[in-house]
């Protein structure tokens, strides 16, 4: 970057519903980013937050919208840290490859792009030994005589569908939970303005419509473990 007040498109990934509820990883990665950019004397002119699992690297929608701000103001992508973003080669040397936009990771300001790869081929192989280990354990489990459960059964039945999409929209809200609390603390608090948002900035309910108050108050509902739907201005 050789601009004197150089700009910044942040990306934040939460890998986890666990790491997404707390806010820890999120404010944490935050927290990185904004030290280097703040020792760069830099500007963030965007900001995208993405709850997913690492190794679905090919379902990234913030990750596309980011690279297309970036590259559309010539500005850097930043990451907190480099695992953050996949462990996965293929993705990281994609990414790098990605025309007109430059790309840094907070941890490793100064990193070259064969030290980017080379440690997203360590951070592959170190999910692909957690993955190695899993089904090892399930199966040394199933040789001791533990069932393992059928997945056929969890398709029996009204109940069991109407169970799995509560479990399918808690999921989603809990998806959207640090990005909710993005938006509140930068004064988006209404559902309204909360809903406005979210369509502003691309994103979508999981069926791929605009948000509007009540769905957003219904997010709100599961994420406060309510029932009630209440919509306020």
Do not use: C
């Amino acid at each position: 970057m050789t601009t004197a007040n150089p700009l910044f498109v942040e990306y934040i990934r939460v890998s986890t519903q666990k790491q997404g509820r707390s806010g820890l990883g999120l404010e944490a990665q935050q927290k990185m980013i904004a030290d280097h950019i703040a020792g760069v004397g830099g500007k963030i002119v965007g900001q995208f937050v993405e709850v997913e699992s690492g190794s679905r690297h090919e379902n990234r929608p913030e990750l596309r919208k980011a690279l297309a701000m970036a590259r559309k103001l010539k500005a850097t992508l930043i990451v907190a840290k480099l695992d953050r973003l996949a462990r996965n080669v293929a993705f990281v040397s994609a990414l790098l490859d990605t025309p007109g936009v430059e790309f840094r990771a907070a941890d490793f300001p100064n990193a070259s792009r064969m030290m980017i790869q080379l440690l997203a081929v360590f951070g592959e192989y170190e999910r692909d030994m957690i993955g190695k280990r899993t089904k090892d354990a399930l199966a040394a489990r199933k040789a001791r005589g533990f069932a393992l459960g059928n997945i056929a059964n969890l398709n029996q039945g009204q109940s069991d569908i109407a169970e799995q999409n509560k479990a399918k929209a808690a999921a989603e809200a809990e998806r959207l939970r640090p990005i909710i609390e993005h938006a509140r603390r930068a004064g988006h608090t209404s559902v309204r303005a909360l809903a406005a948002h979210l369509n502003d900035r691309g994103y979508t309910t999981e069926r791929g419509s605009s948000w509007h108050p009540t769905s957003i108050a219904r997010v709100l509902a599961r994420l406060d473990g309510r029932r009630e739907v209440a919509v306020v201005a």
